[in-house]
């Protein structure tokens, strides 16, 4: 599966080459290469831009088509045909507006902090391998860091969202912030962790040998490691049930009180463009990438995938009510920290189990036949703890018993 | 070392809020996410509807009462015309009791309905479970559309009666509402009565004990959560409730949970009272030849039903004129926020918003 | 087992979404997107047929450009705008007006000789309904003792100007008919219908009769 790169695939090195190749052949020399880097990242940047931005656009639509479909309406559906151009009245009716600065405001802060929400969302989406054309490439396929880098990325948006809490000088907003930012650092450890664990396994950073080393997919071995990250993501990009930072019916709108016209615009574009990363991100992780089967290419395998995520996370969206703050920081701590390690803990064992009875190939990871064994003792431990989880914490407090009427009023009407 | 110096924010959650029902405002203040005080402030819906009964004659003011609880305006109709023929000592034919009885119970189905839903919509659940009640009371709606010609604003009841007789079709879509009903209420449950999302949230969550709740004068679904049964369709019955027979659900412990399934299991009784309803009623004269301008002797008195949200009460003074000298509301809305300061110290801002929802306050009733 | 719910729910959503019957009866109003099959319903031909002999249309309804209308399904009894008052039974006794709650209802009799009704020595000259201000209880419908003044069907009474919703006598007699059955059973009897369209002349709209005892138990029966 791993070729050579042709000439004609979109990558950050493809489209350096490329530059340079026009610059030499204009006339210049060597000492213009940052030129052609310099193009070659701007090309990049723009390539990302706007499919990131047209995608989000029909992503809006698409979940509050589905959510129209599931709360049994019909979802927007005046403009255009099915109302496919509804995210473009939106945008241009957000333009449009008026873009209110509160007095109080501290002004660059409130400025900033769409950009610093926006940037790191989308510089997220270079290193996941699409599969465009091969099984694995990136638009910055030799990132050797990938996931790191991503993790690293992620956590400035804790701070982006407490510069719009805290920039926009509203109660709401400050409320919404602060929470976020407790939240939002609170499940990046059982991100981390869960991401630890798919790490041990794959033997490398870099988002293409991620998805290269799952000859089974990584949520058929470790179930317990996908339901954290899962959990963690949904959480780190505030989607029900852990939407504190946005709670419409108890913050009014959270940390985007005071944004009007184009900077709801793009914070709106930052909240929808968090799932279809974290669903890249779990398809490149969990569902083995653009890993698929030969009659179709890898990347509409990986569409697939990211499209089967999306769903899930819709169908959650519009059906499970919202926790309570102090509830999710104790769901985080309390157990998703406590799975995670137990995870990585598990995951380390069978790893060492494998090496001492040499189930390894050459390059250090492991053989397909060991890893149907761990599919299967994982799924046995996962289920085993899930259960045992719940019987701890649901038999002791949700139990209710029968009513009995209080003796304070019960003026004859006893029996019936 | 020092240490970071916190104080109390103090928000005022409202009038415009999604989550207040309507324009009230709570004037909340926080230690961090912990609420220590509560103020609540009323009276941005205010319409003098008193006020305006007095310059009206008594059938008129009908048209007033469906403006107070403008989700259950049957029961306000009710509890009115109650009060007129109490006073007047009007009587009302059997099948004109029967017929209101049936539309007395769409109506507290339809605004229970509205109360899980607000609830559910409350607790974070993206207008899922609210659609779906809407859905529901969607029929009841149009039920009450074949009735009297209206959908919110009913004015169905008059003074000896109700003004019109139910059309032949009503009869055939309420049999089928009726037969479908525990369907969905079943459908309902699932969806949320055993959601452990919405058990963690509600279960605990702002007891209200039966000592307090008798004391601060609470009544309707959030008394009997708190275990206590009083239901005015029982203790005191009027219209035709002595000759059906129904449970009067009570809760645990007067939590939010309880709030919430008190108000469900009372749709599945109401569904019953309607059945029977249905079994006895008898072809006959709906209303009683009242004169246009009502006269009643000079007087005064107090009359009141078990409205979908506790006791609605209405006192009435009569100085043998056209209209009442002095006409006084017992909301209970109103009442059952008596006790919410106490509900509320000590919970979280999301706690709060949910406590509230399942007092299930309309602003129409509060203010009035 | 606790957590168990959690997926249950997921089930009941899942079965909203697929399930037709449990969908919502969605009106759109005031027209929809039609879709080539609604084209073909509304054409009375086959599906097939139609995209055959009509391409264009085909086309142009899958854009999305293609609308039909879409009405509220009311009943009878609605009580609507466009109140129907006919001249010839009105006495100008104002019983409507003393009776609005609101009083909005004004009425000015006289001997003016311009809308002088056939036996009568006095005429209607101003009989004015702000509309803008009712509330459409029908409290003046039901004082009306010689049936004169109904309630009407329609809703769609928006205007520009405040001034433009008081509908006068000329509007009054000028309008089209179409009573509703709201306290008026007499109507229902002789299979009025004013949502399918159909009008009533100033001399079917009274009550001639009150319904028996009997008659009532018949309508009973009929359930």
Known sequence: MIASTPAFFISFDSLKDLFVNLIQSLGFGESFGWVAFLLAGISISFLIINVMVMATAFYTWFERRMIGRFQVRRGPNRNGPFGIFQPFADVLKLIMKEDTIPDAADKPVFTLAPIALLAPTLMIMIVIPFGTYLRDDALLSNLNIGILFIVGVTSVNSIAIFMAGWGSRNKYAILGSMRGAAMLISYEIPMALGITSVLLLSGSLAMTQIVQSQSIWFILVMPMGFFVFMAASTAEMSRTPFDQIEAESELGSGYNTEYSGIKFAVLFLAEFMAPIVTAAIVTTLFLGGSQGFDFLPGGIWFAIKMFVLIFLLLWVRSTWPRLRIDQIMGFAWKVLFGLGLFNIFLVAVEFMVAVELGHTKDDGSLTTEYMLIMAAVNWMVTIIAFVILANFVGKKKYHRPEPTASPLANMGIGGD | ?368 | MYGLGLFKGLGITMKNLVSPSRQFNIVQYPNRRASPFDLAKVDDQNPISFIATHPIKTLRSLLGLETLVDRMPQHANFRGEEFAWYDRRCTGCASCAKYCPLGIIKIVTGTSGVNQQEGQSYDIDVFDIDIGRCMFCGLCVEACPYDALHMGSGFEEGKYRRSDLVINVDQLKAAEKKPSTWFRPQLTDRGHDPIKGSTADWDQVGRHEKPSLEDQGERWAKR
Not at chain 2, 126 to 143: G, K, M, N, S, W
Not at chain 2, 222 to 251: C, M, Q, T
Not at chain 2, 260 to 288: D, F, H, N
Request: net charge negative; charged share 25%; glycine share 8%.
């Open chain 2, 1 to 368: 070392m020092s240490t970071i110096r916190t104080e109390p924010v103090t928000i005022n959650l409202g009038p415009q809020h999604p989550s207040t029902h309507g324009v009230f405002r709570l004037r909340v203040t926080f230690d961090g996410e912990e609420i220590i005080d509560v103020e609540p402030v009323f009276g941005y819906l205010h319409r003098g509807t008193e006020k305006l009964a007095e310059s009206r004659n008594y059938v008129q003011i009908v048209t007033l009462t469906d403006r107070m609880d403008y989700v259950a305006s049957m029961s306000n109709n009710l509890a009115y015309v109650r009060t007129v023929e109490k006073l007047a000592g009007i009587d009302v034919p059997e099948r004109a009791q029967y017929i209101r009885v049936i539309s007395v119970e769409l109506q507290r189905i339809a605004s229970h309905l509205m109360a899980t839903g607000f609830l559910l919509n409350d607790l974070g659940a993206l207008a899922t479970p609210l659609v779906y009640c809407f859905r529901e009371r969607e029929r009841i709606l149009d039920l009450f559309e074949m009735l009297c010609g209206a959908r919110i604003t009913l004015s169905y009841m008059r003074p000896g009666g109700v003004f019109q007789d139910a059309p032949d079709d009503f009869w055939n879509s309420l049999n089928t509402l009726i037969s479908d009903f525990p369907n969905y209420l079943d459908e309902l449950e699932s969806l949320i009565t055993t959601n452990e999302i919405v058990l963690a949230r509600t279960i605990g969550v702002g007891l209200l004990s039966d000592t307090q709740a008798v004391d601060s004068g609470v009544t309707g679904p959030v008394l009997r959560a708190a275990s206590v049964k009083w239901d005015l369709r029982k203790a005191n019955p009027y219209e035709v409730y002595d000759r059906v027979k129904f449970d009067v659900p009570i809760g645990n412990s007067g939590d939010t949970y309880d709030r919430y399934y008190v108000r469900l299991q009372e749709m599945r009784e109401s569904i019953k009272i309607i059945s029977q309803c249905i079994e006895q009623i008898e072809p006959g004269p709906v209303r009683t030849e009242t004169p246009y301008f009502i006269r009643p002797p000079v007087g005064e008195t107090y009359s009141s039903v078990e409205g979908p949200k506790g006791e609605l009460g209405f006192y009435m003074v009569s100085d043998g004129g056209i209209s009442p000298y002095r006409c006084k509301v017992r909301a209970p809305s109103f009442i059952n926020l008596t006790p919410l300061k106490d509900m509320l110290t000590g919970w979280k801002m999301g706690d709060l918003i949910i406590i509230l929802g399942s007092i299930d306050i309309v602003l129409g009733e509060v203010d009035r």
